[in-house]
């Protein structure tokens, strides 16, 4: 790791994955969407078990990009929960990659994604508090 950069969450990954060939772009670079994608489906993880049960995503927060993902790099999906409502909970993810050979972690993005809560019917409902 860099002296400058800081280290990435404590926590355990949400997700973790190896960027492959099927997902870059036209330049070889791995797609933004690949990336938002699986941010989705860790903050998807992260607020299904804090509602116990299903919840849709409704918003996405300033994501932005801030290294290349390159094909092998291993990437690590960090997921904290910054707020709950009554219905809604939002979820700050972090993406980092790591080269399948080294051990620097560099941070790729992050955003904050906000889930509701629903039910059968696909309606809002309260989540229950801790």
Same mark, same amino acid.
């Given at each position: 790791m860099? #002296?400058? !950069?800081?280290?990435?969450?404590? #926590?355990?990954? $949400?997700? %973790? +994955? /190896? !960027?492959?060939? &099927?997902? +870059?772009n036209?330049?070889?670079? /791995?797609? =933004? =969407?690949?990336?938002?994608a699986?941010?989705?489906? &860790?903050?998807?993880? $992260?607020? +299904?078990r804090?509602?116990k049960?299903r919840?849709?995503?409704v918003?996405?927060? &300033?994501? &932005?990009?801030l ?5 092998g790099d291993? $990437?690590?999906f ?7 409502g %009554? +219905?809604?909970?939002k /979820? %700050?993810? @972090? !993406?980092?990659?790591?080269?399948? @050979?080294? @051990? @620097?972690m /560099?941070?790729?993005?992050? !955003?904050t994604?906000t889930? $509701?809560a629903?039910d059968?019917n ?5 989540i229950?508090?801790v």
């Open positions: 860099t #002296d400058h !950069a800081p280290p990435p969450p404590n #926590d355990s990954p $949400v997700i %973790r +994955t /190896i !960027a492959m060939p &099927a997902d +870059t036209p330049a070889g670079d /791995i797609f =933004g =969407g690949w990336l938002m699986h941010m989705d489906l &860790a903050a998807g993880n $992260v607020a +299904t804090r509602v049960g919840a849709a995503t918003a996405v927060e &300033a994501m &932005a990009f290294s290349p993902v390159l094909v291993e $990437v690590s960090y997921g904290t929960i910054i707020a709950v %009554r +219905t809604s909970l /979820i %700050r993810i @972090e !993406a980092w990659r790591r080269k399948r @050979e080294g @051990e @620097e /560099i941070k790729v993005t992050e !955003a994604f889930f $509701v629903i059968k696909r309606r809002p409902r309260p229950d508090p």
